[in-house]
């Protein structure tokens, strides 16, 4: 089993920047592709980020390439979701996921670990 606990969401003017963290714990965390994911008020959970167990490959949506980067530090158990020039529309819960096996995904689908999510709002 692993655990993830997202962190570092919260409410910031169109323009900001926010950094998302994600812990996990339970197993050894390298072996794990991550990912990010997100869920607007009324919409359907869409994908966001996807990170390599190796932190070497990495796949954004297009709505987000620029300005999101994601990265991993495997030594602290934790993955990163660094949010700059956030827009209204950027305002979701921000879930963190894992998967069993090395390699990205963008489908919420070969993802079997998910935290509890963190709100983030941007105002306009």
């Known amino acids: 089993q692993v655990q993830l606990v997202e962190s570092g969401g919260g409410l910031v003017q169109a323009g900001g920047s926010l950094r998302l963290s994600c812990v996990a714990s339970?197993?050894?965390?390298?072996?794990?592709?991550m990912g990010w994911f997100r869920q607007a008020r009324g919409e359907e959970r869409e994908f966001v980020a996807t990170?390599?167990?190796?932190?070497?490959?990495?796949g954004y949506a297009d709505s987000v390439k620029g300005r999101f980067t994601i990265s991993r530090d495997n030594a602290k158990n934790t993955v990163y979701l660094q949010m700059n020039s956030l827009k209204p529309e950027d305002t979701a819960v921000y879930y963190c996921?894992?998967?069993?096996?090395?390699?990205?995904?963008?489908?919420?689908?070969?993802?079997?670990?998910w935290g509890q999510g963190t709100q983030v709002t941007v105002s306009s």
């Open positions: 996921a894992a998967r069993a096996g090395p390699s990205t995904s963008r489908y919420s689908a070969n993802y079997g670990y």
């Open positions: 339970g197993r050894t965390f390298s072996p794990y592709g």
């Open positions: 990170i390599s167990g190796s932190g070497v490959s990495t």
